[in-house]
């Protein structure tokens, strides 16, 4: 089932006159075959960076053990951690899959710099954290990258 992201206007438009079907999350509805995930307005944003301190928790290898493996992997000089969180993060829009589970070595979280899900957190390499929160904020979400300049 194809899946769409839309602002609640936008999904009072498109299901106008239609037979919806409602799920328990009152934020996902179903018309005409699509799934529609309703972006809540209200949804709080935030945008941080990692603390090195917490690299062995969060990646599993201290700060410098990370630094090697990003410039190893992608020649990435800047091993900073962004983490972005909302209410419901929609992984699918910015982690690519590999044998049946989100992997960061797929095409798109190389392109959007995603490292893993933690929670209720996302990890995103600093590199390309702009990328991710573009495709995000394209879908309806509003990460502020002005936060992103704060963090750094």
């Not at 992997?103 to 933690?118: A, D, Q, V």
Request: aromatic content about 14%.
């Amino acid at each position: 089932m194809e899946t769409r992201y839309i602002s609640p206007e936008k999904f009072s438009k498109v299901s106008k006159g239609k037979k919806v079907i409602h799920y328990p999350n009152e934020w996902i509805k179903d018309v005409n075959g699509i799934r529609y995930h309703i972006v809540n307005p209200n949804m709080e944003y935030k945008i941080s960076e990692l603390e090195q301190k917490s690299y062995p928790w969060y990646l599993g290898m201290t700060f410098d053990d990370y630094s090697k493996t990003v410039k190893e992997m992608f020649g990435d000089d800047d091993a900073r951690v962004f983490v972005l969180e909302c209410d419901w993060f929609p992984t699918e829009l910015v982690a690519g899959i590999n044998n049946g589970r989100y992997s960061n070595t797929s095409s798109l979280s190389r392109k959007t710099g995603w490292i893993r899900t933690f929670g209720a957190i996302e990890l995103f390499r600093a590199e390309m954290v702009k990328e991710a929160i573009s495709i995000l904020n394209k879908h309806g979400f509003k990460f502020d990258m002005s936060q992103l300049r704060k963090a750094v």
